[in-house]
């Protein structure tokens, strides 16, 4: 565990899930805090509300926590690192939480951002910002340098206003953006949708969900590989994303049961979406935002179809993978399937021949390759 040390205080904060070798915050979130510190905090009185998005391990929450502050995300597990570290460091809990998929309904005196790593969640999130915001409102962002370009900035132009950015510390820059109340209106333009190919499914992508609007090369070659057989009577979409794993896995196995999970708002609301699309009240599922397969009933699944995330956030890492993959083991029953996509270089058949009775190459192409484990 490491503190973080700021204007604020000194704060004792994890990510979650726990990753000993990740910090729980960086050093755009040291900048901005530091900022709000000596340039709008005197300003503020106690009555001033805040409302913070893409706060990833809850870090700006948990130092702002003596404010009154709505926490905006698409994160499931930023939800959890946020109940986590206010425990850890004794804060009072004054903040309301938002999903992406819903809607704050007040004005804010001020706005905090971290840049989310795709510009459609941005794009999204500042369009429902407009009417949120009056030429008062206070609007900060920040990220690490690297990860702000032109097409960031133009975005808030488009949506807010005239938007600047602070010079460089520790490689991380803040962006000020001003209201202008002559600009129009916009509506976002997500979700998108799209007709499955080879098919007459229509698939509605909300702004986070990945490869929105299109199918990835992953899920494509996954597809041409999915099994049937009277065996599965509970079959589950892990890491669903749009669910199109999911619902053809449920046409081809008419009789089973299916369970979505993912743990961000927007994929499982994609899912449920397009499932309702596919089946309407003929087919019966369940969608759960959650942190992989925690708290999933043992010796319950016949079929588990997972392509793992090997990102959290900007971060590079297969610690998720491994655990879905460990958890997998104990939901499936005896004889059940675990099966799982991923690039060539990751190495995942070493980590699924430590855990199950067999794993097998079921098929492979220069980039993917794709292993069935059995329990």
């Known amino acids: 565990m490491e503190i973080l040390c700021v204007p604020q205080g000194q704060f004792r904060l994890e990510r979650y899930p726990y990753n000993k070798n990740l910090r729980a915050w960086d050093a755009a979130d040291e900048y901005l805090l ?5 340039e709008i905090a005197p300003a503020l009185d106690s009555s001033a509300s805040l409302l913070l998005l893409n706060d990833s391990f809850a870090a700006l929450a948990t130092a702002l926590h003596d404010y009154s502050c709505s926490f905006w995300t698409d994160s499931w597990l930023s939800i959890k690192a946020l109940e986590q570290n206010s425990k850890l460091n004794s804060c009072a809990n004054k903040v309301e939480v938002f999903y992406s998929t819903e809607l ?18 941005l794009e999204d999130q500042l369009a429902k910002l ?15 340098a690297k990860n702000i370009h032109r097409s960031t900035l133009a975005l808030f132009e488009k949506y807010i206003g005239a938007t600047t950015t602070s010079l460089a510390k520790k490689k991380a820059r803040l962006i000020f953006s001003v209201l202008d109340k002559n600009l129009p209106q916009s509506e976002s333009p997500y ?13 509605s992508d909300h702004a986070n969900v990945f490869s929105r609007g299109k199918l990835d090369i992953g899920t494509r070659f996954m597809l041409q590989h999915i099994p049937a057989s009277a065996r599965y009577r509970n079959i589950i979409d892990l890491g669903c994303g749009n669910g199109v794993l999911g619902l ?15 743990e961000s708002c927007m994929a499982i ?19 759960k935002l959650n942190h992989a397969l ?4 043992p010796d319950s699944a016949d079929l588990i179809l997972n392509n793992p995330p090997f990102h959290q956030q900007h971060g590079i890492s297969d610690s998720i993978a491994r655990q879905m993959f460990r958890q997998a083991k104990k939901v499936l029953r005896p004889g059940g399937e675990l099966l799982v996509i991923g690039n060539r270089h990751l190495g995942y058949h070493l980590a699924l021949k430590k855990l199950f009775t067999s794993c097998e190459v079921v098929a492979s192409n220069k980039k993917f390759v794709i292993l069935r484990a059995v329990k």
Do not use: C, H, W
């Open 248 to 262: 053809v896995a449920a046409e081809k196995n008419p009789r089973a049961e299916l369970l979505f999970i993912d």
């Open 294 to 297: 925690e708290g999933i009933e």
């Open 130 to 144: 407009q009417p949120l915001l009056s030429e008062n409102t206070v609007i900060l962002a920040a990220a690490m």
């Open 269 to 287: 609301e994609s899912a449920r979406i397009n499932f309702q699309q596919a089946f309407a009240a003929s087919r019966k599922a369940e969608f």
């Open 34 to 38: 530091q900022y709000f510190a000596t």
């Open 191 to 203: 979700p998108v949708t799209y007709r499955l190919e080879g098919s007459d499914y229509l698939l």
């Open 104 to 121: 704050p309904d007040q004005e804010y005196d001020v706005v905090i951002i971290k840049i989310p790593k795709t510009l459609a969640l």
